[in-house]
Structures are given as structure tokens and as C-alpha cells.
């Protein structure tokens, strides 16, 4: 008798501190009269690939938005985790380890940022189904640089005058500039769990899933919510 093979645990984490300036409680803001962080809870629940979802908050009011929405809360983020300069891997350790002592392990880990309301269930699926299926450490979604903002493109100033910001010979045709990327939020990383538990968020052999620069945009100003409702029909502009 052959031995089933084994279903992965995969854990999405929904990294939601409270303390947010640029926009005050920036995952409660009204986006088309819901709160930004619905439009997350909306993508997990359509998504074929995620085993469970969890939020990390310090915050009870968005703990308590989160368990409207269907989402789970199962502990509240430490309040050293949640600080403007707390960098994002001590937060995935702590749920990972957390999630592990209610008798959850999970083989992968799906970050999924509530400020990219635009990235939908097909992208985290995408996500895990090419990490699933090749020896990479990790998929973080990415968005192509516009062939302005190329690092052939850029400049630089010294001494009041502008020089390229990279050595070498300068292409001024889009054609002749290489192809480059940015990590968009990211809206989607998923790695394994191993790759976070020896210290790192993307390893060594990350793979890109790519996004259009409309899905990929990032909340981070009141213009970008302004922006996105243009875009989801509730015009504001």
C-alpha cells in the first residue's frame, strides 16, 4: 500500500500593528466604506492554498475588526514587536512559534501585508503553487521598475551637479535598459517556515512572482487610498 503523501501546512500571517502614523489606524481606514484590512480577509477567503490564516495585532480594536471579518486572533503580538523600528522577521517568528505551541507547525509561511488591498486570492495561490512545485526558498511578489526610475536611469549629485548614479555608459533608449524589479510591499511572500526559523524572510534562492503596478500598490498615504478607491469605483478624487 503506497503511503499518502503529506498535505503541507501552509499559515497565512497578517501583520497588523496599531501604531501606524503616516496613516492613523491605517488597517481600520475606510477604504469604499470598509476597513482597508477587509479587503485581506477577502483574498484569504478565496484562496485555495492556505491551510489557516491568523492576524498579528497589539491592537484590540483591530483584533476586534479582524474576528468580524472571519479572521482569527488566536494571541496578541508583545508590545516590543509592534514598535515603528520592529523589523518584520522577529514578528513571523514569534506567530510561527506561537501557532506552533497551540499545535499548529506549519511548512510555510504566507505573509500577506493588509496595505495591499488590490492583491487578490490568485496571487497568494500562485504564490505557494511555485514554491510548492520548485526547490526555492521563497516567492515574494514584485513589480517591474519603471524604465525611468532603471538604475541607468538614475542620478545622483555631486557638488551641486548631477552625475549617473552608476558607472559605466548610460543607455537613454527604454529598450536598451535592463529589466528590474522591486519588492511591492510585498503584497504576497511565501516562504518555508525552515528558511524563517534559521534567520532569514527570503533565503537564498528567492523567485519572483510578478504583479501589475496597479495590484501592486502599497498603502501608505491618504492619496494612495484615494487612489485605489478610484480604481475599485468609489471615486473620491
Not at 20 to 37: E, H, M, V
Not at 150 to 166: A, C, H, T
Not at 223 to 228: I, N, T
Request: glycine residues 6%; hydrophobic residues 45%.
Amino acid at each position: 500500500m503506497k503511503a499518502r503523501p503529506t498535505v503541507a501546512k501552509i499559515l497565512g500571517i497578517i501583520p497588523a500593528r496599531g501604531g501606524s502614523k503616516g496613516i492613523p489606524n491605517k488597517n481600520l481606514a475606510l477604504l469604499c466604506g470598509r476597513p482597508l484590512l477587509a479587503y485581506t480577509a477577502d483574498a484569504v477567503k478565496q484562496s485555495r492554498k492556505l491551510t489557516r490564516t491568523i492576524v498579528s495585532t497589539d491592537d484590540e480594536r483591530i483584533a476586534e475588526c479582524a474576528r468580524s471579518l472571519g479572521l482569527e486572533v488566536p494571541f496578541m503580538r508583545p508590545a516590543p514587536l509592534a514598535a515603528d523600528d520592529a523589523p518584520m522577521l522577529p514578528v513571523v517568528q514569534h506567530a510561527l512559534e506561537a501557532m506552533k505551541e497551540r499545535g499548529f507547525d506549519a511548512d510555510m509561511v504566507v505573509l500577506l501585508q493588509p496595505t495591499s488591498p488590490l492583491r487578490r486570492a490568485e496571487h497568494i495561490d500562485a504564490a505557494i503553487d511555485w514554491l510548492e512545485r520548485t526547490a526555492a526558498d521563497s516567492m515574494v511578489s514584485v513589480v517591474e521598475v519603471p524604465h525611468q526610475f532603471n538604475p541607468v536611469s538614475v542620478m545622483r549629485l555631486e557638488d551641486g551637479l548631477l552625475k549617473p548614479f552608476l558607472d559605466g555608459p548610460t543607455p537613454t533608449r527604454r529598450q536598451d535598459k535592463p529589466r528590474v524589479f522591486a519588492r511591492n510591499g510585498p503584497a504576497v511572500l511565501a516562504v518555508r517556515a525552515a528558511v524563517v526559523a534559521s534567520g532569514s524572510l527570503y533565503g537564498e534562492r528567492s523567485w519572483p512572482l510578478g504583479m501589475s503596478a496597479e495590484d501592486s500598490i502599497d498603502i501608505d498615504t491618504p492619496s494612495d487610498l484615494k487612489l485605489v478607491e478610484f480604481l475599485l469605483g468609489g471615486v473620491r478624487l
